[in-house]
């Protein structure tokens, strides 16, 4: 009876190890760009790897709170969905209509306190609120006009731009 309940243990934590290690490499596969593999350099550059599906994801923090960004650079600005703009207790602006991919949506804008991923930070970053986004972010243009965007292979390179100077008069 005693080596049944042993072997019967010793598979359910093989198993344990096999759920476990499926859900690393599939987390993994989704965001390639966990906060601990970021590659960084001197703050003013950011290296990402593709994700299986193609896409660019990262974490990041708004006011403090962890966030899931997807990068998009065919979205104006940096939208997110209406129940994580209430979880993270944005305030209510102005409304809009956005035309999406899959029609028009109407939607609010807001302001964010704080906003950052990897060694950037923001400070009032305005943002657009959809109802049905879910609680993946869309990192829109009017951040990424930021830095200057390069693709080389499945690695997406952003180095923060520098500032043009004042015109001359």
């Given at each position: 009876?005693?080596?049944?309940?042993?072997?019967?243990?010793?598979?359910?934590?093989?198993?344990?190890?096999?759920?476990?290690?499926?859900?690393?490499?599939?987390?993994?596969?989704?965001?390639?760009?966990?906060?601990?593999?970021?590659?960084?350099?001197?703050?003013?550059?950011?290296?990402?790897?593709?994700?299986?599906?193609?896409?660019?994801?990262?974490?990041?923090?708004?006011?403090?709170?962890?966030?899931?960004?997807?990068?998009?650079?065919?979205?104006t600005a940096m939208t997110l969905g209406a129940p994580l703009a209430?979880?993270?207790?944005?305030?209510?602006?102005?409304?809009?209509?956005?035309?999406?991919?899959?029609?028009?949506?109407?939607?609010?804008?807001?302001?964010?306190?704080?906003?950052?991923?990897?060694?950037?930070?923001?400070?009032?970053?305005?943002?657009?609120?959809?109802?049905?986004?879910?609680?993946?972010?869309?990192?829109?243009?009017?951040?990424?006009?930021?830095?200057?965007?390069?693709?080389?292979?499945?690695?997406?390179?952003?180095?923060?731009?520098?500032?043009?100077?004042?015109?001359?008069?």
């Amino acid at each position: 009876m005693r080596s049944t309940f042993s072997i019967f243990l010793l598979w359910l934590l093989v198993a344990g190890g096999i759920y476990w290690g499926f859900n690393i490499l599939i987390a993994y596969q989704y965001n390639p760009n966990a906060a601990s593999s970021l590659s960084a350099e001197q703050g003013q550059q950011l290296i990402l790897k593709r994700s299986k599906d193609g896409h660019f994801r990262l974490n990041g923090l708004i006011n403090g709170e962890p966030v899931l960004l997807l990068i998009d650079t065919g979205a104006t600005a940096m939208t997110l969905g209406a129940p994580l703009a209430e979880r993270l207790q944005l305030k209510v602006g102005a409304t809009f209509v956005s035309q999406t991919a899959n029609g028009a949506a109407e939607g609010y804008q807001s302001k964010l306190a704080s906003f950052s991923f990897g060694p950037f930070n923001f400070k009032n970053v305005t943002v657009g609120v959809v109802p049905q986004l879910g609680d993946e972010i869309l990192l829109g243009m009017n951040v990424l006009k930021r830095f200057d965007v390069t693709l080389k292979g499945d690695e997406m390179i952003l180095n923060l731009a520098k500032p043009n100077p004042p015109p001359s008069l």
